[in-house]
């Protein structure tokens, strides 16, 4: 009886002791829930998880003509929005203006322009814009312009002239040194006005000035080799790259595309001959027959250099075409 009544009691206690676990299990599985469903219900985590981060408004910025949005777009990268006005290929110097440009100006925050003149249709676009929040950066600000170098023989008629700009020659990118100039212009110009971003414009701009640095410096490298190369072109686009490298322009020869008479063509290569140079340099992309038969009658090779104002809008284009440029030089200058 009394081996009945002790394992009896020996099953009550190990029920119990199971009820008990049980029990406490059960209680601890439903506090953790509640512990759960507390965290995931929670106001702020709600909130915090269906609210994505604030992001910062991209400035607007457009700059003129080509290479003031290669140097432009390579400063801002994705900090800014980064537009042109005047299309690649596009005679700078005697453009129209259009209402899109108006409208691309009047919501910008910032314009970037080379300045000295060369975007004539500026100022009054601007004007009609009305954005009284619109800054400007003239990137040839603080650069020793250059007004004369060399005369402009004009082949249709019987003048020559010195040939001068009010505000000085205006390619000024043509010169990798006064390029640095220029996007440290417009650095500062960003910066100035999205203070925010100044690291990442900072960082931008020292990246592409080291590579303008390295550029020059193969410029040095290579025509140094063949110093006071003689040239003529028929662009007044040079005078910078001519100067900074030792190269000498000796005439720009200015010569009508059209309507040109036999006396007209032998003006043009009297001027040429007149000044016994190793080389002629036209543009890519132009076929002007005179130029060419220019440089059979005168038996030197018609090379082209590029004024950069077309190409492709990677900013990373710059240096290929002032690449070309430098090759060019060589060959014609030995």
């Known amino acids: 009886m009394s081996d009945r009544v002790s394992k009896t009691n020996k099953f009550l206690s190990s029920f119990v002791s199971l009820v008990t676990l049980f029990l406490l299990t059960t209680a601890c599985n439903q506090a953790d829930t509640k512990r759960s469903v507390s965290v995931e219900q929670s106001p702020q985590a709600q909130e915090a998880a269906s609210t994505p981060k604030a992001e910062s408004k991209k400035i607007k910025v457009v700059a003129t003509f080509l290479p003031m949005y290669w140097f432009t777009q390579a400063v801002a990268g994705d900090a800014a929005d980064v537009a042109i006005l005047v299309p690649p290929g596009t005679e700078v110097h005697e453009y129209q203006a259009t209402p899109e440009n108006v409208k691309a100006i009047a919501t910008a925050n910032l314009l970037v322009k ?4 060369l975007e004539e249709f500026l100022e009054p676009t601007v004007k009609n814009a009305q954005n009284p929040k619109l800054t400007q950066i ?33 390619h000024v990118w043509l ?3 006064l390029a640095k100039q220029q996007v440290i212009n417009i650095r500062d110009g960003l910066i100035a006005v999205d203070p925010a971003n100044k690291g990442t414009y900072e960082a931008n701009a020292a990246a592409y000035v080291k590579q303008l640095e390295d550029l020059n410096n193969q410029y040095q490298q290579t025509l140094q080799k063949n110093p006071n190369c003689t040239f003529i072109t028929f662009h007044d686009a040079y005078p910078y790259l001519a100067k900074r490298y030792n190269l000498k322009q000796v005439a720009v020869v200015e010569i009508p595309e059209d309507q040109l008479t036999p006396t007209d063509v032998q003006k043009a290569v009297n001027a040429v001959k007149k000044y016994n140079v190793k080389a002629l340099f036209g543009e890519p992309g132009i076929d002007n027959k005179l130029l060419t038969s220019l440089s059979k009658d005168l038996n030197l090779t018609l090379y082209e250099l590029d004024s950069l104002e077309t190409g492709s809008t990677d900013p990373q284009h710059y240096f290929q075409a002032m690449k070309n440029n430098l090759q060019t030089l060589e060959t014609a200058c030995k």
Request: no cysteine; hydrophobic share 20%; proline share 8%.
């Open 175 to 177: 010169d990798p040194v």
């Open 138 to 170: 003239d990137a040839s600000k603080g650069i020793q312009t250059v007004k004369e170098i060399s005369p402009v023989v004009e082949a249709g008629n019987k003048e020559e002239h010195d040939h001068e700009h009010g505000e000085g020659n205006p």
């Open 114 to 117: 080379n300045g000295l003149g």
